[in-house]
Each structure stands twice: as structure tokens, then as C-alpha cells.
């Protein structure tokens, strides 16, 4: 299907975006462009207005790459699933990043689509907002004054993910002592859209759970801390019946809401073998 004409933009420089994104009308920015041309598709098919401008970061070198510094790893906007997949500096614990990311979607998606995309999509089911949430990541914004703006993931996700400035980066900070554990849900065995995004983080003080963090997407809210579960486990041993017990304090308003049987089963089977990997590791 050939879409709706637009006129295409592809500024070099952060600043250049910017001063497109603040002067064309009924513009639209375009990282991967994995969603944003098949939305294109959908309007027009729909017969609904399309954008007249699309701005592409693609070429806007300030946005890419990934970066540490001693106590945090800084991930552009622009960095595809492949970068993450790629990046060395993803070491240690942060390894978790690529085993995400090599679950997402296909080979081809993977290498077009950004982690600046899947955050800022406002589709509820994509996986890298329950993980930045869970890390407890900073989120940084350029809006189209230009002023810089920092907003935590769990309060950006709090707020229905809403921005109309550009997210230019994401901010982690390292915590060389915390083990993580990824869990996902999906209905089939092909591509599919990921039912649940749970991931785990926590330090374990003398056998005790601690400053543990569990961010959570089940596709029906936009992703959040599971803050019950979080109180529970910070109370909790390292013990064999920890996992069990743990499902008895869930919190219906994030696991039962809009949740089939097979749903449900399917997040407690996840939450129970997480915990459980992190209680067996060493
Ligand atoms: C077939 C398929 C399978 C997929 N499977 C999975 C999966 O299993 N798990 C998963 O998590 N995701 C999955 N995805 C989503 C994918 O990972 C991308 O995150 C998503 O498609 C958007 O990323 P993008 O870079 O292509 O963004 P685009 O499509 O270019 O943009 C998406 C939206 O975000 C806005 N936007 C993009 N970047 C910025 C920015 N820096 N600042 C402000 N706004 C911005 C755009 O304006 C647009 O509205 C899948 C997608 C497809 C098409």
C-alpha cells in the first residue's frame, strides 16, 4: 500500500530536530519505524488524517550509542535492540539487557527498532518500559523549547507515558551487587505480543531480600512497580517455600485485570519461577 504523501525530514544534529519538531505542523518522528509506518498504513486505510511531515532521528549521530561512566551506563534514544545485542559495555548484570532484546520480535525488527521507540510507543505491552522501571532508570527529554527535562521510568509510565518533547537518552545506574531475573509471557511460540514483561532486581543481605524492585507490564496497564510484592520479598528469606508463599500476596489490581485463566496461571507460573532462579543463584 502506498501511504499518504508527507514531506520527509532527516536533521543530522539534536538541535536540527528539535527545531523541526518545534516548527512543522502535524509532524511525526520516526526512529525504527517499526510501528510508525504501519500506523501510517492504519490511518490511511481507516481514512483518517496522516501526518504531513515525518522527522527521522535515524541520522542524528547525539542520539546513538551506548556510553558508562563509573557508576552508570547511559543508552541513547536511537539504540536499536541490535546495538544492545551487541554492545560490550552491557557486562555483568546489565547482560540482562541483551537477553531481552534478543527476544524481541524478528532479526529484521530487531535491527530497526530502538529503545527510544519502544518506551515512548504508548503501546502497553512493550517490554523495555517494566525493565527500565525495574532498574530504576532516568529518562531524559528535549522539549521543543529545547529545555531538558529528567522524569524517573515509574513516573513516566505513572503518567500514561504522555511527552511532546523528544526522549534523547536513558540513564542506569550500575549496581554491580544486584541480581536480576526476565521473565516474558506470550500466547505462541512465533511472534507474538508479549503478554507479561516482569522483571525482577534484588540484593540479597545475609540471605534476606533486599532493595528489591519489580517492574511489570501485563499489557493492560502501562508498566509499573509491583510495590506489595516488592514489601513482601524485602521481608522475605532466601527460602524454599519464598516463591509459593509470594503468590498468595499478589495484587489483583495488576494481575487479575482483564486477565483470562490461561493469563493468570501464566503470570503466577513466571513471578514463581523468577524468584526462584534469584533465590538459587549464587
Ligand atoms: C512485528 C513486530 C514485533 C514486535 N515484537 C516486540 C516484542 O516482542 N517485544 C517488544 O517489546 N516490542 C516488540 N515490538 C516493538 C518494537 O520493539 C519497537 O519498539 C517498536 O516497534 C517501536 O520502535 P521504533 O524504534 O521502530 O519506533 P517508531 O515506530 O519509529 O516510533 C514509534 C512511536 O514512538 C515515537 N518516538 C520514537 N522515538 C522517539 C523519541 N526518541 N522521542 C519521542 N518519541 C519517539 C514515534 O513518534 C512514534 O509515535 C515489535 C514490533 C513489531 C513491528
Known amino acids: 500500500m502506498l501511504l499518504n504523501p508527507f514531506t520527509f525530514h532527516s536533521p543530522k544534529s539534536l538541535s536540527e530536530a528539535i527545531k523541526l519538531c518545534a516548527s512543522l505542523e502535524d509532524a ?14 492504519l490511518l490511511k486505510r481507516k481514512g483518517s488524517k ?16 551506548i556510553s558508562e561512566k563509573k557508576d552508570s551506563l547511559t543508552i541513547k534514544a536511537m539504540t536499536s535492540m541490535r546495538d544492545i545485542i551487541d554492545s560490550p559495555l552491557l557486562a555483568g548484570n546489565m547482560g540482562i539487557l541483551k537477553e531481552i532484546a534478543q527476544n524481541i520480535g524478528t532479526c529484521a525488527i ?8 519502544n518506551l515512548t510507543c504508548r503501546y502497553t505491552w512493550t517490554e523495555m518500559p517494566a525493565v527500565m522501571v525495574a532498574l530504576e532508570a532516568d529518562l531524559h527529554f528535549m522539549g521543543k523549547d529545547g529545555k531538558e527535562e529528567t522524569i524517573s521510568a515509574e513516573k513516566f509510565f505513572g503518567n500514561s507515558a ?15 551487587k544486584a541480581l536480576m531475573a526476565y521473565r516474558r509471557v506470550k500466547k505462541t511460540p512465533h511472534v507474538d505480543i508479549p503478554l507479561l514483561s516482569l522483571l525482577i532486581k534484588t540484593t540479597f543481605e545475609k540471605d534476606r531480600f533486599s532493595k528489591t524492585r519489580i517492574g511489570v507490564n501485563t499489557g493492560v496497564d502501562f508498566a509499573q ?11 522475605s528469606s532466601r527460602s524454599a517455600n519464598t516463591a509459593q508463599e509470594a503468590l498468595t500476596r499478589l495484587s489483583a489490581a495488576i494481575y487479575d485485570t482483564r486477565a483470562s485463566d490461561y493469563k493468570k496461571h501464566m503470570f503466577r507460573v513466571s513471578l514463581k519461577d523468577a524468584i526462584n532462579e534469584l533465590i538459587g543463584r549464587k
Open 28 to 41: 511525526k518522528v520516526q526512529a525504527g519505524g517499526t510501528f510508525l509506518i504501519n500506523n501510517l498504513k
Open 225 to 235: 512497580c509491583d510495590k506489595k510484592l516488592e514489601d513482601f520479598l524485602n521481608q
Open 50 to 65: 496522516t501526518p504531513r511531515h515525518v522527522i527521522s532521528l535515524r541520522k542524528v549521530k547525539d542520539l546513538q550509542g
Open 110 to 117: 530487531r535491527n530497526m527498532a530502538t529503545v527510544g521507540g
Open 162 to 176: 504522555k511527552t511532546d518533547g523528544l526522549l534523547t537518552q536513558i540513564t542506569v545506574k550500575k549496581d554491580p
